[in-house]
């Protein structure tokens, strides 16, 4: 059998120009040349062994000394010369006659050359694409030109007002071939994120190293240098030339960049010449947050370049029993609120079982953004250091609250009450999930708040209005809206009133009063005045129920399961799922019950059972709001027909619950129907097959806890968002016998 040989690509341009053949420029134009996208790669430097020695290692097809003769027929001409050499160049090109040409750079400083652009080029200004590779190595020369050098870096074009998109888009294409994640954005941002991201750090690196230096004559306390020393100094060994011309380059932005950065260097001074600790602590503990979040960034990013995808997938096999002992994580919507009130109480809260997911974290961050110092999380472990409830400061930016309704519904009452300005943002799951409902009683309390269209995130709310009282009865069940307002409450004129339809989760409520704030609760009513206090406190998180409720799920539906799940918080607002897969015929008794800082607690034993269908009792769908999709996994095991009504709320969950899981129920062989407020299941055999989570970590997780009943293997996309509640549950579900594993390493 002959292979067939592998497609070459067509030219897409005759002639590419690469002056300077440095290892930028020398880089740039190999991994053009061996892409096959130009014709002829022409290359210009003025150095005559480097011309030489281009040619000999392929890097360009020929090699001119002279800049004229070279930009003949040129249909781009990539200027990869030293920062303080491009006014120079550019000046000489200008005089030549580059017919249809596209010019662009690398040059590190954008406003500069920009500049001296402008002034040459006049007329051409249209075919000139700024732009500036972030990627080098300590070789140098074109004996270092490596065509992969910029695959997976960043490449930042800045066009003008002027740029042909033409000329941009064609720039960004040779960019994108050699594997560069390109971005455009304007010179003077550029400028200002390259000075404060890149060479600002040179600076003090410079700086610190030679400050040293120069104390002691003969470098005795350098052999004490140790780590720290070592790693932030390593860019102080950069090319000294280079940085000069690029300092001198970006200096406006730089000096910006510097004197910021001088006057936060006197604050940490300040607070070291007081003894100020707090204020230490506080720069400390947000720096070291601040650096895990970009590390995770980067990461990210290049594990979903490597996989080419941004699909973290489980794959699930069939069958299987559950037993053991295990404890889930802290309860997320505790969580959240303790997070909340430990920032506006006043002295130190310790918290314990604090959930590590996603949505809680993104909680944390916020009130570090509004000044708040946070130690932990440390296994479980935080210290909140309370700043009242007057004591929040502006955060530097619009908080992101990444997948999380609770800490955006929340946070939008206690921030209706700020002196400032927030703006907060989510994810794309949340960007679609309603906020009118918070939006608009706010604003009859007096509050501004500004949504996107149809009252979808993003949120602004506008600090130091004088709120008022409201006497608000809920058009849902959402124990969001209600906390919401009774935050907002707290700094309103008056007594805050909330009626919910039915009863939904008081963890706002519980909490406030274990903060010594008094909340009066009359059966659905709910009320609390300004003008109190809250005082710091120990809260000790129990394991959430509905993180509990997948295995309770799972052990109910693999006959001969039993396991064991510790100090699961059964507040009685949330214990629906208990009482709907009792109602089905499971197997679950409370053991040792107790309460734990106002909340009541036990260890819930469960065993295989053989469920049948129920039409679920109505009063009961607010109390096991978030267990549904597992509680259909249930209803799809159980023999006969399950009915659910009155649960239109699923719809405006993280995914609509209804829908998504009818859709991914259907792919497996079961008989279900969704319909506007509910489902229709009947239960039966479930087949294998390709599912969906629809980045909703409840619906991901249902689907790994159906595979136990599964007769072939079960495939769920999109499962990254797991991590919002329920960080390891793939480990738990190991260590109880459910064989779900992400595929990669399965
Ligand atoms: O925080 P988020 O994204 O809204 O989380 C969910 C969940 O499934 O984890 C809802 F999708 O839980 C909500 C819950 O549904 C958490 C919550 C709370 O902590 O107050 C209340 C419920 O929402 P709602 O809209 O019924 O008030």
Redo the contacts with the bound molecule.
Sequence with gaps: MVNAPTPQPTPIINRLVVVGLGLIGGSFAKGLRESGLCREVVGVDLDAPSRKQAVALGVVDRCEEDLASACIGADVIQLAVPILAMEKLLAVLAGLDLGNAIVTDVGSAKCNVVRAAREVFSSNLPRFVPGHPIAGSEQSGVEASNAALFRRHKVILTPLAETDPAALAMVDRLWRALGADVEHMTVERHDEVLAATSHLPHLLAFGLVDSLAKRNENLEIFRYAAGGFRDFTRIAGSDPIMWHDIFLANREAVLRTLDTFRSDLDALRDAVDAGDGHQLLGVFTRARVAREHFSKILARRAYVDAMNANDLIFLAQPGGRVSGRIRVPGD??IS??SIMLGSLAEGTTEVEGFLEGE?ALATLQAFRDMGVVIEGPNHGKVTIHGVGLHGLKAPPGPIYVG?????M??LSGLLAGQPFDVTMTGDAS?SK?PMGRVANPLREMGAVVETGADGRPPLTIRGGQKLKALNYTLP????????CLLLAGLYAEGVTTVTEPAP??D??ERMLRGFGYAVESNGPVASLQAGGKLTATRIEVPADI?SAAFFLVAASIAEGSDLLLEHVGINPTRTGVIDILRLMGGDITLENQREVGGEPVADLRVRGAKLKGIEIPEELV?LA??EFPVLFVAAACAEGRTILRGAE?LR???SDRIQVMADGLVTLGVKCEPTPDGIIIDGGPIGGGEVHGHG???IAMAFSIASLRATAPVRIHDCANVA??FPNFLALCAEVGIRVAEEAKS
């Design positions: 997320k919507s959240h609120r949505d997948n999380s309704g609770t800490s519904r929340l949340l999930r849902m069940a959402s124990a969001q809206v209600k906390s939904t989760r963890h706002t509905s607010p709001i978030d709320e405006v969950k993280e909703d970590h409840r919002t509640s």
